[in-house]
């Protein structure tokens, strides 16, 4: 398993800011993934964030809203812009483990520690 | 994204006694995963099951991998304070993972 350092673990914004979030890997990673998770919700995949290229958004989000960059393959980092209230929540970077044995294929997915913002 | 089907919402056990949580959904998956969450951390990978009837214990956590490949379970033996928190599982094929909505873990003495 890889760790994942994430920070700020946790921050308190004003309305209209723009909080840059940053996640490090111990080991070059392919898949790198970042998630938001508000209160009492469970995991919402924000994008992929990919190495040398543009991140690739899911459906809701947004570059402009959730710039993300990925200089390298330890590295990464997302912006939430603009934050409004509804921006409260915590959020996850993440990476793929792969097990590859022949005809099995597998995947696990390893969380950061999280960054949970207010905003107020 | 489409999420799985977790049961149940909530628990309020019992210390010693044990607990019983499932995930089921309409895909098929190649890999179901159970994680912990403790309040503002992140998720921690508990159990990771790789093939379809798979049953893997991790000290009192036992998961299987359900035949059909479209659920899962996760069993917590003799319960204690700590095993509280949110119990997700996860199913992931080809670099997708779609995640259930959570079982709160309550522990009372």
């Known amino acids: 398993s890889a760790v994942i350092s994430q920070k700020p673990s946790r921050d308190i914004c004003q309305r209209g800011t723009s909080l840059t979030i940053q996640c490090q890997v111990d080991?070059?990673?392919?898949?790198m993934f970042w998630y938001r998770q508000q209160p009492g919700q469970s995991l919402t995949l924000i994008a992929t964030a990919n190495q040398g290229s543009e991140a690739t958004y899911e459906s809701g989000f947004v570059i402009d809203k959730f710039p993300i960059s990925r200089p390298n393959l330890t590295f990464s980092t997302l912006t939430v812009s603009n934050m409004s209230p509804e921006d409260s929540s915590i959020y996850l970077c993440?990476?793929?483990?792969?097990?590859?044995?022949?005809?099995?294929?597998?995947?696990?997915?390893?969380f950061g520690s999280g960054t949970q913002l207010s905003v107020l | 994204g489409q999420q799985l089907n977790q049961s149940p919402q909530s628990m309020f056990i019992q210390e010693g006694e044990d607990v019983s949580m499932n995930c089921t959904s309409s895909?098929?998956?190649?890999?179901w995963l159970w994680y912990k969450q403790d309040p503002g951390e992140g998720p921690v990978l508990l159990i990771a099951l790789y093939k379809a009837g798979e049953l893997t214990s991790n000290g009192r956590l036992t998961a299987q991998f359900g035949i059909t490949r479209k659920d899962s379970f996760l069993n917590i033996s003799a319960s204690i304070p700590s095993d509280v928190g949110i119990y997700f599982c996860a199913g992931a094929s080809w670099g997708k993972f779609q995640f259930g909505a959570g079982t709160q873990v309550v522990v009372t003495p």
């Open positions: 080991s070059q990673v392919t898949m």
């Open positions: 993440s990476v793929v483990g792969f097990r590859d044995r022949g005809n099995e294929y597998n995947e696990k997915l390893f």
């Open positions: 895909s098929i998956f190649n890999t």
